[in-house]
Each structure stands twice: as structure tokens, then as C-alpha cells.
């Protein structure tokens, strides 16, 4: 078509313009900087970043939840703003969306865990 060439002269490939192709998304920016900054959550860091759906993203908050609980709380925080940032990229959510979500998902696996029976202990 006519317009592709005028696209690609004006930085534009694909429709999206050259500066959001090159750039690191806001998730990895600050799941990088976590990782940096406390190196003890780099099990952590690995797993959000190897989240590829919503649920996912829900999985690692509760795998690693008591470890986060005994960090400092702007660590917990970043933390959980870096997987807010991975759930709402891989879950496509609108800007701020995911820390709601998320707290809704995994107050239901909480009530779902709750719900199951205790398993037995032999002695």
C-alpha cells in the first residue's frame, strides 16, 4: 500500500512507531532493579518473569509470599508492583487494573486453600 512507505520513512514499522519497538517494558525495568537492589528475591524475580498468563502471576505471589512477608516493605513492594506491572502485560489489562485483579485472584485461592480439608498426619 501506498502508506507503508511513508510509515516506515516517518520511524513507524508495523503501526507502532520505533520508539515503543526498542523499549523495555515497564515491567522489566523494575523487576531488573528489584533484582539488583535485593538479591535474595532473585528466585523471585526469575518467576515473575517467567509468568506468561494472569494465573501464573497469581502462583508466584503464593509460592513466595512468606519470603516476601520477612522482607523490608519497600522490597514487598516492589515486588508486588513488578508483578502488578508483568500480570497487566500478560493478562493485555489497562494501566493500574492488575493490583485489583490480583488481590481478588489470590484472595480466592486463600479462600479455595482455607476450604480444603487438612491432609492427615500419620504418626
Known amino acids: 500500500t ?3 512507505p511513508a510509515l516506515r520513512a516517518a520511524g513507524v514499522v508495523a503501526d507502532v512507531p520505533a520508539a515503543q ?3 523495555v517494558p515497564a515491567w522489566q525495568r523494575v523487576l531488573e ?3 539488583e537492589s535485593t538479591p535474595a528475591l532473585a ?3 526469575n518467576a515473575v518473569e517467567r509468568a506468561a498468563l494472569p494465573g501464573d502471576c497469581v502462583a508466584v505471589w503464593m509460592r513466595h509470599r512468606a519470603d516476601l512477608a520477612a522482607m523490608p516493605a519497600h522490597d514487598r513492594e516492589a515486588a508486588w508492583k513488578a508483578l502488578a506491572l508483568r500480570c497487566e502485560a500478560v493478562g493485555h489489562m489497562k494501566a493500574g487494573t492488575a493490583k485489583k485483579w490480583l488481590k481478588g485472584a489470590i484472595g480466592a485461592e486463600d ?4 476450604a480444603q480439608p487438612a491432609p492427615e498426619v500419620q504418626s
Request: aromatic share 6%; with cysteine; net charge negative.
Open 43 to 45: 528466585s523471585y524475580c
Open 21 to 23: 519497538v526498542d523499549e
Open 111 to 114: 479462600e479455595k486453600r482455607a
Open 33 to 35: 532493579a528489584l533484582a
Open 2 to 4: 501506498p502508506a507503508q
